[in-house]
């Protein structure tokens, strides 16, 4: 398959045959297969060059102006640019486009506002926490004393009466809003209110939601939160990475929570694709794709419905639907086996309310592809069916490849 955006390809196959073709498989796969992740995307050619660059060689230590190695001039343009689209496309007086990744930004949120020890008020890993809202397995609950709060077992909404509540009695230092499988909009208001009644610091997790914010389908946590933390490589559809925004009063904490606090020398061709990305999701074609990515959840969540899978909240306001299969016969593993089986590619989440587990997926790679309305509606027919157990694997397979190859994700 052609790919020019691997345009050193032909080097590598040269010199090293065997790398070579695990990138042109894993390539065949993500093209050949649906990809339903949630948390992926597809970034363009031009994103893929600036993370294939030398820009890769530099290191940078520091910030622009005041790095701890020579030769950053140029570099330091890439950052600067960086800094300021993100600022433009959030409306946010700082940034600091270092992170490594989403979870490098909290660490670092977490390293500007806290001590060791503090109370942070998150809502709980059963109902959608991240790992770093104070997972014992993760540096969050092993250094902080995280309470959770949840969702009501009816609407499968925030509870946001629990949320006031733990605030008063509790007295957290922060309070987070943020999730990994969370499928409505957040009220950045309300979390903000509390915060405020309490006396904590709010920090919005925005990793999966931001790009949704910067294409204008979601609301912007940054009026609201002292910190915003987000990922670049979600809906946002820029290089993995992570991303933090704030006012003018948090911003040396911030950055020097990043370096040197948590970090060391800064990844410049990764600064350069984010800001490549950031350049992209300012257009108004990001804009168009950001709300059909939307509709096309919307849709999908629906026909799912309609298959008899229970979806959480009974619908969707961003690009993720969790949902539970057990009406269908089969718990999350099984079903997401069988679906891998079969070209789909999605992940198992917990459940709310219940043991079980149920599937979690998102529209932002397959809307990138040109997908709309009608595919959601198809995808949700052959989900339902394969997850029920029938048709057959390779029934299944060729109707995935007449998708993908529909609307192959690198076309030309
Ligand atoms: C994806 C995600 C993260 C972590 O991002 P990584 O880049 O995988 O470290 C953190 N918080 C939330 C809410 C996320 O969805």
Redesign the pocket.
């Known amino acids: 398959m052609p790919v020019s955006t691997l345009h050193e390809a032909d080097v590598l196959r040269e010199q090293d045959p065997e790398v070579a073709e695990i990138l042109m498989g894993e390539l065949r796969r993500q093209s050949a297969s649906l990809q339903l992740i949630a948390?992926e995307n597809f970034t363009s050619r031009a994103v893929l060059t600036a993370l294939g660059s030398p820009l890769a060689n530099k290191y940078a230590e520091g910030y622009p102006g005041a790095r701890h190695h020579g030769g950053c001039e140029i570099v330091d343009m890439a950052e600067r640019l960086a800094v300021e689209r993100a600022c433009a496309l959030f409306g946010s007086r700082h940034a600091n486009v270092q992170a490594h990744?989403?979870?490098s930004a909290?660490l670092a949120a977490y390293a500007a506002l806290l001590r060791p020890g503090d109370t942070v008020l998150a809502l709980g890993l059963p109902y959608g926490g991240?790992l770093?809202h104070g997972s014992p397995a993760n540096f969050s609950g092993r250094w902080f004393d995280f309470v959770g709060y949840g969702v009501d077992a009816e609407t499968g909404l925030i509870d946001h009466e629990q949320v006031r509540h733990l605030a008063r009695n509790r007295r957290p230092k922060a309070i987070v809003c943020?999730?990994?499988s969370y499928p409505r909009h957040i009220d950045y208001a309300f979390f903000r209110e509390v915060a405020d009644e309490v006396g904590a610091y709010l920090i919005a997790?925005a990793?999966?939601p931001i790009g949704l914010v910067a294409g204008g389908a979601a609301p912007n946590p940054v009026p609201y939160a002292d910190i915003v933390c987000a990922?670049t490589h979600?809906v946002l559809r820029g290089p993995?990475g992570?991303m933090i925004l704030c006012g003018a009063e948090l911003a040396g904490r911030v950055d020097r929570a990043v370096f040197p606090f948590t970090q060391g020398g800064a990844q410049m061709h990764t600064i350069a694709a984010k800001a490549v990305a950031f350049g992209e999701a300012a257009t108004p074609a990001f804009a168009t794709y950001a709300h059909q990515v939307v509709a096309n959840a919307r849709t999908l969540a629906g026909h799912l419905a309609e298959e008899g899978l229970a979806v959480t909240t009974g619908g969707t306001d961003t690009h993720l639907i969790t949902a539970d299969v057990a009406p269908l016969g089969a718990d999350g593993r099984t079903a997401r086996g069988r679906l891998a089986a079969a070209g789909i590619v999605l992940d198992c989440c917990a459940l709310p309310h219940g043991d079980g587990r149920g599937l979690r997926l998102g529209t932002a790679a397959v809307t990138t592809q040109g997908m709309g309305e009608p595919e959601m509606e198809r995808i949700a027919k052959l989900l339902a069916a394969v997850v029920r157990g029938h048709p057959e694997p390779a029934g299944a397979r060729a109707e995935v490849h007449e998708l993908t190859g529909a609307f192959p994700p690198y076309p030309g």
Request: charged share 20%; hydrophobic share 25%.
């Open positions: 948390a990744s989403g979870s909290v991240h770093t943020g999730s990994i997790d990793a999966h990922t979600k993995r992570g």
